[in-house]
T-cell receptor, first 114, second 114 residues
């Protein structure tokens, strides 16, 4: 069974640009969550999608957005990039949306802002 | 609001020695607790989880963790460390039935001496 796939693995952008990251969950999983990992702030929850609806949202500005498609694949978008957005962005999927469901993580997309 | 504290930022242990990583959580109800491991350049791999029942939980690769409600702790242990256990370890608490939102501790980096 294939794991969580994130594309691209690496991305370099400049300030002011926008970026879209993609996540394909494990087959059959309907919940997709996104996390930002930085050396200073650690792992922080961005948002969760379940059955194409955003169900939870972390404390990030509106520049960070996401969506989920009918096949459970998810994308997150960051507009007007800032230097502080440089981070490893991790996607995680689980079968359903209860807090007791273990989440399976992809290898992440490393975003660097110049 | 839920929170997780991992008091040790770095731990160095000799190969073959025992290892214990500390985790303290703050959560208003019965917590869903997880331990994840992250190797450089990779995503998070689930080691074990606690939802209810037996407070001693067995995980993969010889890891175990003990849930102690009175101490709000969920410490991770391994009796004999292997060089391949060198990685960063994260403790996390789940949001309960309100969906998938993990709150992570700051992580403990484990170095293994030969």
């Amino acid at each position: 069974k294939a794991g969580v796939t994130q594309t691209p693995r690496y991305l370099i952008k400049t300030r002011g640009q926008q970026v879209t990251l993609s996540c394909s969950p494990i087959s059959g999983h309907r919940s997709v969550s996104w996390y930002q990992q930085t050396p200073g702030q650690g792992l922080q929850f961005l948002f969760e999608y379940f059955s194409e609806t955003q169900r939870n949202k972390g404390n990030f500005p509106g520049r960070f957005s996401g969506r989920q498609f009918s096949n459970s694949r998810s994308e997150m978008n960051v507009s007007t990039l800032e230097l502080g957005d440089s981070a490893l962005y991790l996607c995680a999927s689980s079968f359903e949306g209860g807090g007791n469901q273990p989440q399976h993580f992809g290898d992440g997309t490393r975003l660097s802002i110049l | 609001a839920q929170s997780v504290t991992q008091p040790d930022i770095h731990i160095t242990v000799s190969e073959g020695a025992s290892l214990e990583l500390r985790c303290n959580y703050s959560y208003g109800a019965t917590p869903y607790l997880f331990w994840y491991v992250q190797s450089p350049g990779q995503g998070l791999q689930l080691l074990l989880k606690y939802f209810s029942g037996d407070t001693l939980v067995q995980g993969i690769n010889g890891f175990e963790a003990e849930f102690k409600r009175s101490q709000s702790s969920f410490n991770l242990r391994k009796t004999s460390v292997h060089w391949s256990d060198a990685a960063e370890y994260f403790c996390a608490v789940g949001a309960g039935t309100a969906g998938n939102k993990l709150t992570f501790g700051g992580g403990t980096r484990v170095l293994v001496k030969p």
